[in-house]
């Protein structure tokens, strides 16, 4: 026994300090195997999901499969593919083992993922090509979609760009990403290069070389307490003056910048290629930097067909976007079918109270905590509203707005990444960066990603089945539909 303790003390040790993925992944593997979490693994039954609807489902896609019969597998996935069919996202299943989960759902995502590759390959005299697509695009619209969320924090926000380099390596980026303040700068930088040029610009020696004087003091008499001008030049050198429109039609990535309004009487906005096409990104970026005090809020720009930089929204400036909306999910949702979130969470004011390890929180004790919390909440805006009613001062009444928004947003998603506690971290805050601290919050990054790749990995691998045979049917339906259209102009020319 002492011998068995020993040896998962050493794995949990090397886990704990690894210095890479693989190593890290090894290191749970083992320990899985030693501690006995694999046998857990091997069996079916457990209260914690519906294992009898996920056996029987998997069973019934096998037969339909091992059939070859096309139009059954488009039944059975039409009649109740979701992400949580049976509770499989239940996460109180990733706290038995340090890696995976139920092999029956590993299985059941392995046979879903068949199943399209089936469908998507199936001979046209089977099912027709618009047949086809149809299922395809309804299937996808139904199952939703992830999506990446990094919010604010200042200095800190460098972390994120080791989660974004963790999950680049193996191709989990989602396809919709957001960013406020501090994250902006990274999902903008994911927006504006392709996958292969991500690899040269996350890493500190880049991000120093354009970041590294960002902190200027101008002092207390300045309309802010900081210089944006090395701010500025930096968000032009890395995105010059590329629309948000021209940036999805070069990686393909829906890219959202969201900024909060500097008056009343104003919402958050969502900046992207869907809202806002012709806005230049680099100026969304900056005022989504624009916190309040330390830089000065800012106009937007767009650029019209003939190239023109223009204002954009005249007469409105707009600051700080994790004041209103540093993790916008819901309006995400309604623009995209987002059902799902990755957060990279780095901001100060919700860091020290997000709990780092998932647990069942439907015990007593994580029941009393939340509905605490709930309240404590709801009663705050209550007070905030009771005193912006009692106030005539505009510039309290502003105040008061800004620190309600703050309250009364949601700082978590289904997967939450965040960097680690201490003053380590926080010194990272306002202070200019250095090569050496930049390289450790990319580090810190990578590491605390390690964990959540697996279930990241799991969670949206049909979805991505999904939405790459959806995007390969609409590309050859171009073509076929630009072949008809070609050779109606050359009969038409022959005529």
């Not at 510039?395 to 998603?413: F, P």
Request: net charge neutral.
């Amino acid at each position: 026994m002492p011998l068995f303790s020993s040896r998962l003390n050493q794995l949990e040790d090397v886990i704990e300090h690894a210095q890479t993925y693989a190593e890290y992944r090894e290191a749970c593997e083992a320990h899985d195997e030693l501690s006995g979490a694999d046998e857990w693994k091997a069996k079916d039954h457990s209260r914690d999901y519906d294992y009898r609807l996920i056996r029987k489902r998997v069973q019934r896609i096998k037969l339909a499969r091992g059939r070859g019969d096309i139009l059954a597998l488009m039944s059975i996935l039409h009649e109740g593919l979701h992400g949580n069919l049976g509770n499989i996202a239940n996460p109180v299943l990733r706290n038995q083992s340090k890696i995976g989960t139920k092999q029956l759902i590993i299985d059941f995502i392995e046979q879903v993922v068949a199943a399209l590759d089936d469908i998507y390959n199936a001979p046209e005299h089977d099912v027709d090509f618009y047949e086809k697509l149809s299922f395809f695009e309804e299937t996808a619209h139904a199952f939703g979609r992830s999506c990446l969320m990094l919010s604010g924090g200042a200095g800190l926000g460098f972390f994120h760009c080791g989660v974004v380099k963790s999950l680049n390596e193996r191709s989990l980026l989602p396809g919709v990403i957001s960013g406020a303040s501090a994250g902006s700068i990274i999902a903008a930088m994911l927006g504006t290069r392709t996958q292969d040029e991500l690899c040269d610009v996350l890493n500190a020696e880049f991000i120093f070389e354009k970041f590294q004087d960002w902190r200027l003091f101008k002092g207390i008499t300045s309309n802010s307490l900081f210089d944006s001008t090395k701010l500025e030049n930096a968000l032009i050198e890395l995105f010059d003056v590329m629309t948000f429109e021209e940036a999805f039609k070069r990686t393909g990535l829906h890219v959202t910048v969201t900024v909060s309004p500097a008056d009343l009487h104003q919402y958050s906005r969502l900046l992207n290629a869907k809202t806002s096409p012709n806005a230049i990104i680099a100026q969304a970026v900056r005022a989504s930097c624009a916190v309040p005090i330390v830089f000065s809020p800012v106009q937007l720009r767009a650029k019209t067909a003939t190239g023109d930089i223009i204002p954009y929204i005249p007469n409105r400036r707009f600051a700080d976007g994790s004041l209103m909306a540093d993790l916008p999910f819901e309006r995400l949702a309604r623009l995209y079918g987002v059902n799902h979130s990755i957060v990279s969470q780095t901001n100060p004011l919700a860091v020290p109270f997000l709990s780092r390890n998932p647990k069942d929180t439907d015990t007593l004790a994580g029941i009393t905590v939340r509905h605490a919390a709930n309240l404590a909440k709801v009663n705050s805006i209550f007070a905030f509203d009771l005193l912006s009613s009692a106030i005539n001062n505009r510039g309290a009444k502003l105040a008061i707005h800004k620190v309600r928004s703050i309250i009364d947003q949601q700082y978590v998603g289904d997967v939450n990444i965040l960097p680690e506690r201490g003053m380590r971290s926080l010194a990272h805050l306002w202070s200019n960066p250095t090569v050496d601290s930049i390289a450790e919050l990319i580090k810190s990054g990578e590491r605390a990603t390690w964990p959540e790749l697996d279930y990241i990995e799991r969670s949206t691998l049909i979805s991505q089945t999904l939405r790459r045979s959806l995007k390969n049917l609409k590309q050859r339906e171009q073509r076929v539909l630009a072949n008809h259209q070609g050779l109606h102009l050359v009969g038409a020319k022959s005529a």
